[in-house]
Structure formats: C-alpha cells, structure tokens
C-alpha cells in the first residue's frame, strides 16, 4: 500500500512523473513555441535535483517494501538528474537545428528519467523490470526521433530488436531467480542465505546480469553501441551513453556488492579485460567523433566493470566518482559535437562529425576547441581533470582488493586510450581548416554555450577538488 | 500428476525456438514476432513457479510482462512503420548497419 | 495417465509444433497466425496451471489486441513473400548451434532443478480475479502506476514516431 508517509519519502520521483505528464499537456497548447515546455521541464529536473539532495542521507524501505531509498541509490540518482538536466539545456538548440523541436521530446526525456530513477530505487524485481522496461521504450523512441533519416532510423529499430531480445533474457533470470527462492523482493532475495548458492539462482543471475551488461555495454553485448550512437541524435547519445548507464550500473552494483560473488572474481576480471581492450582497440581505427566517443563509452564500461570486479565499498565510491566525472566529460563531448554538427544539404546525414572536419577547429571557435580538449584530454584520465581522480579511486580499489594484475592491464589500457583523443587534439590545434566554411567561426547558441561551459566547470572543478564529492556525500567515507 | 519441471522443460523449449528465431530469420516482423515468443515462455515459467511455490507474486508479474509487450509493440511497430517509409523492406540485410 | 497430463501432452507438443512453424514460416502472415495458435496453447497451459485470470488475460490481450495489432501492420505494410530459396549460411549453423545448446542447458538444469514438486494447494485460490485484483492494487499499486506511466510514454512515443506530419 501506498500510504502518506511513503509519498514523503519519494517527492523528486514524484516531482519527475507529475512534471512528464504537465509537459506533455504545456507541449500541446503551445504549439508554435517550445519555450515554455523547455523551461518547465528544465525547472523540473533542477527541482528533483534539489529535493534529492536535501534528503541524501535517508535510508528507508517504502511502499510494500517494493523501494528503497538510500544513500547510494540517492547518489546515482541525483548523477541521472544532472545529466539529464544539462542535456536538456543542450537540447533546444540543437533540436531546432535539425527541425525535431517536438514538445514531446522534453516529456519522453522526463518518461526516461523517471524509469531510470525507479530502477535505481528499486527494491523488488518488479520495481527494476518496470524502470528498466519504461527508460528503455524512451530511449528506443528518441533513437529513431530523426525520423527522415534513414541511419536514425535503422539505428532505433536495431536498438530495439536487440533491446527487447535481451530483455526476454533478463526476464527469464528474473523467473529463474523467483523459483529459487520464492520471492521477487530483492532485500528477501538476499536473505535466502541457502538458496543464493544453488545452481538454479546462478544460472538466473547470469542471465538477469546479462540484461543489464547489455545496457551498460560490457563485451561480448557491447556490438549495438556504436550504430546506436551514431545514428541516434547527438544529444540523446549523450544523454544515454551518461544517465543510461548510470542507472544500469546504479541498480545493479548494491545487489553484486551484497552478493559477494568472490569466486567469479575471475570471471568478473576477464569481462572487464575483454570490454577494455575492445573498446581501446577498435577505437585507434576511427575516423568518426560521434563513433570514436562510443567506443570510449565501451572502454569506461571497461573500468567500471573493474569497479564491480572488486566488490568493496570503496569500489562503489569509485564509480560513484567515476560516474559523476563521466556524466561532464562524456555529455560535454557529445554536446560540443552536437554544436558543431550539421545536416547535409538533403537533410540525409550528418555532417561535421569526422575528424577532418575538425581541422583547425582552434582558429575558428578558439573556446569550443579548448572545451573539447578539456573533454577528451579528461576521458583519457590526464590529471588535473576530473577523469583521472575516477579511474584513481577505481584503480586504487582493485588494488585493495588484490586485483593487482588488473589494474595494470586497466592503466596500461589507458595509456593507449591517450593515442586516439590527442589525434582529434592535433587536429583541432596544428592543422588548417579546409573546405569552404574554414575560418567561420562555428555559431554557438546561448543554452548550448552554457551547457558546455557548465560541463567543463564541473570536470574542472572536481578534477582540482575531487574532495568536495565526498564531503558532500559524507556517507560514503566510513 | 503434473510436476514442475515439465511445465519448465516447455517453457525452456519454447524460449529456444524464439531465440533461434531472432537469431536465424532475417525480415524485423518475424525477429519481432520471436520476442513476443520468448517473452510468452518466460510467462510459463513465472505462473508454474507461482502455482507450485502457492505464491501470487509470479502472476503478478506476468501481468506487468504482458503490459509491457503490449507497450513494447506499440513502440516496435512504429519503428517498423517509420523504418518502411524510407526503405520499404523490412529484410535486415538490406539494412547496412543492422547486420550482426 | 490421467487427463491432466494427457491435456498438457497434446497442448504442450502443439504448442513446440506450432513456435517452430512460426520461426521457419516464409510469409509474416502464416507465421502471425503460428503464433496465434502457440498463444492459444500456452492459454490452456496456464489453465491446467490454475490461473484462470491470466489464461484470460492471455487471451484477451495476447491475441485479441496485440496479435491483431501486428497482424494490421504486416497487411498495412503489403510485404511481399521472399521468394529467394533460404540458404544454410555458417552464421545460420552457429545460431542453431548455440540456440540448441542454450535449450539443452536451461532444459536440463530446470528439469533437474526443481525435482519432485507438487502442485501447492493454494493455487487454486490465488489464480482468481478477486485475489490477483487485490494484491494487484494493493501491495502493488506502485507498478500500477508505474505501468501508467509507461504505457503513456508508449503511446506518446508510438505517435511521434509512426504519425505522417509531426509538429
């Protein structure tokens, strides 16, 4: 039952679900302008990010015990809030840009957002079923919002053929682990000290962590992500490449850390190997940004999953760091990209999104150069931004963990990973700009501007003070 | 009487043939139509355990399960409808990056 | 043998019979129709599994709105029967491979998993309408709303995506 205290508990969900079904009706009566849809929805993010914060140390079990609000669900939570919060400032623009302004689009972002934030908070496998089942539906949609595109579109429809065939195997290690031990609820779940090691539980959550491997991108399901991100519109690929996995790994790093899987540790270690060296090494071959950003997205599912591998709680303040750092860096990319990009005469394809195109980009829009150096140079791990104190708390878990071996696989990986974004680096700075629009400055729009400028802020900010994450998440130094 | 397992040995068969289906068939409605399938076994296997285990929560769940194929068909077909209009053919292979 | 399992032999083989009609169909519409009987079968499955409400459900909604709804689009869409003769690929051996190696394993392990239980005498009284309904909005009402909430976004979706002059 859903009683009076429980609505307390949960408000920014609430926020979120109320705001999705107001915008869709400011998206209808008013038409012509997406300006008040923008600003609503905008407010309403902020607003959820604000209220998640205040109650951060709440640990609590509400609603038939179907959610669980605590901590570390809070904490992922409000990394999905921002980022989904400075794709939105990002977004108007570049919607308008490509004649997609669709009100709809805002209240399918908050329908997303609101999946993601009850998947995190999930409590009972229903709850995560749900979350998972109503952000994945947004994200098949927004895939394919480019509607006359064909590259849009054949991106959405292998999305969701893929999407829906592994959720068909997550759903049946959900009905494996029910028959084990006879409950859906998770907390219950874990409780069965008996049943958790028998050979029926395993092989469900095998299967349950294969659905969720598959969002997150670890190798062998990693095979969608780059089609997916290149055709899907740039700001989406941002937005699912950062709050996507945020709150696939959100959900499903507290049931790991409890379970305690010590004896797969070497599984664990070899997926995370494998996820890394793909994503580095196809990686050196690109000449797209959009493609070469998905593939970094691979390799930093790469180190979250030896985040996973180590199964301590230092290991979750990791990712939790990581994640964080992640949501600026990553999304910043994207959105620069996002700002630089532009449709083909026919309205067909892309443009402005291979490398060469990026010749002497330096010239042209000296800050979008500079931000996108910040970017590249910080998913690299290069000190003093953000990226490197993520992978350092990261790394410096497994250590603790004696997973020795692959930390030095993980850092020599990311050495590597150095190559590719300084090839992008060299260009924007020591090559000319050719073709006819060279030395045009790009046009940047306000809100773009100001999405970029607050991504930066924050991987500088936390790369000079990496601190300030854990003094406000206090309950994270125990 | 009827044990258990037999309803599970079904559901398992049933939830190959549609991942073989997905795997092997080339055209997106009949990939589509194979998820539909597996997702019907998976509703097997969760009303048996919840029959056998005398709990309510499997049932439960195969309702939200068929709430979700239904929104994810809704969802499907129009991907499917938007893909035709630019292409008319649903035949993957003839959809460059969609081969895997 | 009693008529229960011989209930559950006939459906349970027509059912295998008719999901592999469905995979090696050519034509979509023969295929859909496959599927239609398969869900049928499994509706007569979930019966002699005591859940009525669901055998229902299944069939209401299973192939009342979903399968009439593929079955529109296949016919909305005219697609045209392959005519070029399916060939035995080395991706297409593997797939089966691994598919019949996939049944094999969840086959055994759940055959030899959950040995030896007997139908729970609840059963009969948990598959109802009245006590699914209770449960359902009562410790559940969350995901009532949540389904809500998704079913919205579907249809809103579903809309944006498919809807000839969008604005």
């Known amino acids: 039952m859903i009683n009076f205290n429980d609505l307390k508990e949960i408000i920014p969900l609430i926020i979120i679900a109320a705001s999705a079904l107001i915008s869709l009706l400011i998206a209808v009566y008013s038409k012509k302008s997406g300006m008040p849809v923008y600003v609503f929805s905008l407010l309403a993010v902020l607003a959820a990010l604000i209220f998640t914060g205040l109650n951060v140390t709440k640990d609590v079990i509400i609603i038939s015990e179907m959610l669980r609000i605590n901590p570390y669900s809070n904490a992922f939570c409000m990394i999905a809030l921002l980022s989904v919060f400075i794709t939105f400032m990002a977004s108007k623009d570049y919607l308008e840009k490509l004649g997609i302004n669709f009100g709809e689009y805002y209240s399918i972002l908050l329908f997303a957002l609101f999946g993601m934030m009850t998947m995190i908070y999930a409590n009972d496998m229903l709850t995560v079923f749900i979350g998972l089942e109503t952000m994945s539906i947004c994200f098949y949609v927004l895939t394919g919002l480019l509607r006359k595109r064909m590259k849009s579109n054949e991106s959405a429809m292998?999305?969701?053929?893929?999407?829906?065939?592994?959720?068909?195997?997550?759903?049946?290690?959900?009905?494996?682990?029910?028959?084990?031990?006879?409950?859906?609820?998770?907390?219950?779940?874990?409780?069965?000290?008996?049943?958790?090691?028998?050979?029926?539980?395993?092989?469900?959550?095998?299967?349950?962590?294969?659905?969720?491997?598959?969002?997150?991108?670890?190798?062998?399901?990693?095979?969608?992500?780059?089609?997916?991100?290149?055709?899907?519109?740039?700001?989406?690929?941002?937005?699912?490449?950062?709050?996507?996995?945020?709150?696939?790994?959100?959900?499903?790093?507290?049931?790991?850390?409890?379970?305690?899987?010590?004896?797969?540790?070497?599984?664990?270690?070899?997926?995370?190997?494998?996820?890394?060296?793909?994503?580095?090494?196809?990686?050196?071959s690109q000449s797209n940004l959009k493609r070469l950003l998905a593939y970094s997205s691979i390799a930093s599912a790469g180190y979250i999953m030896v985040g996973i591998t180590s199964m301590s709680d230092l290991s979750i303040k990791g990712?939790?760091?990581?994640?964080?750092?992640?949501?600026?860096?990553?999304?910043?990319?994207?959105?620069?990209?996002?700002?630089?990009?532009?449709?083909?005469?026919?309205?067909?394809?892309?443009?402005?999104?291979?490398?060469?195109e990026y010749k002497g980009l330096a010239k042209r829009s000296p800050v979008l150069a500079i931000a996108l150096t910040v970017f590249l140079l910080s998913l690299a791990g290069i000190p003093p931004f953000a990226g490197f104190w993520g992978k350092y708390y990261i790394f410096y878990a497994a250590i603790k963990s004696d997973l020795i071996w692959l930390s030095v696989i993980a850092i020599l990986l990311s050495v590597i990973s150095v190559y590719y974004y300084l090839k992008v680096i060299v260009y924007m700075w020591f090559k000319e700009p050719e073709g006819e629009t060279s030395g045009e400055a790009v046009p940047v729009k306000a809100l773009s501007y100001a999405a970029i400028m607050v991504s930066l802020a924050g991987t500088l900010l936390f790369g000079l003070y990496p601190d300030l994450f854990f003094t406000f998440f206090k309950f994270l130094i125990k | 009487m009827l044990e258990l397992n037999y309803f599970l040995v079904l559901s398992a068969l049933l939830f190959s043939i549609g991942v073989v289906g997905v795997l092997v068939r080339r055209n997106a409605m009949i990939i589509f139509m194979c998820i539909e399938l597996m997702l019907n076994a998976i509703n097997i296997s969760l009303v048996a355990f919840s029959s056998f285990l005398g709990n309510d929560s499997g049932q439960i769940f195969v309702f939200f399960v068929l709430t979700v194929a239904a929104a994810e068909a809704a969802v499907g077909l129009a991907i499917v409808i938007s893909l035709f209009r630019n292409k008319e053919s649903l035949d993957i292979d003839k959809i460059n990056i969609l081969k895997w | 043998m009693n008529i229960e399992t011989i209930i559950f032999l006939v459906f349970g083989i027509t059912a295998v019979v008719s999901a592999v009609l469905m995979v090696t169909r050519k034509n979509p519409i023969i295929s859909a129709i496959f599927l239609i009987l398969n869900f049928f079968t499994v509706a007569v499955i979930y019966l002699l599994l005591k859940a009525q409400f669901i055998a229902i459900i299944q069939v209401l909604v299973y192939m009342g709105a979903i399968m009439v709804l593929f079955l529109f689009v296949i016919m909305l869409l005219n697609l045209k029967e392959n005519k070029k003769p399916s060939e035995y690929s080395f991706k297409k051996i593997t797939a089966i491979l691994i598919s019949i190696l996939l049944a094999l394993l969840l086959g055994t392990s759940v055959y030899f998993g959950f040995q030896g239980k007997q139908m729970n005498e609840v059963a009969e009284k948990i598959g109802t309408a009245e006590s699914l309904g209770r449960t359902l909005f009562t410790t559940y009402s969350f995901h009532v709303l949540a389904a809500g909430m998704l079913l919205l976004a579907a249809i809103v979706g579903a809309v944006m995506l498919a809807k000839k002059k969008f604005e």
């Not at chain 1, 029910?178 to 092989?203: D, E, Q, S, V």
């Not at chain 1, 850390?257 to 540790?265: P, R, S």
């Not at chain 1, 964080?324 to 700002?339: E, K, N, T």
């Not at chain 1, 449709?343 to 291979?354: A, E, I, M, W």
């Open chain 1, 158 to 284: 292998k999305y969701f053929l893929l999407g829906a065939f592994m959720t068909g195997f997550l759903l049946y290690g959900m009905s494996l682990i029910y028959g084990a031990t006879g409950y859906t609820n998770i907390t219950k779940i874990l409780a069965t000290y008996t049943a958790i090691r028998t050979p029926m539980f395993l092989i469900g959550l095998a299967l349950f962590m294969i659905g969720f491997f598959f969002k997150i991108g670890i190798f062998p399901f990693q095979m969608w992500i780059p089609d997916v991100y290149e055709g899907a519109p740039t700001v989406v690929s941002g937005m699912m490449s950062t709050a996507g996995k945020v709150a696939a790994v959100g959900t499903l790093i507290p049931v790991l850390i409890t379970l305690n899987l010590v004896e797969y540790k070497m599984l664990f270690s070899i997926l995370a190997t494998l996820t890394m060296l793909y994503g580095n090494i196809v990686a050196l």
């Open chain 1, 319 to 356: 990712i939790a760091f990581y994640l964080l750092a992640y949501v600026f860096m990553q999304l910043g990319a994207f959105i620069v990209v996002s700002v630089f990009e532009n449709s083909t005469p026919d309205g067909k394809d892309f443009r402005n999104v291979t490398f060469d």
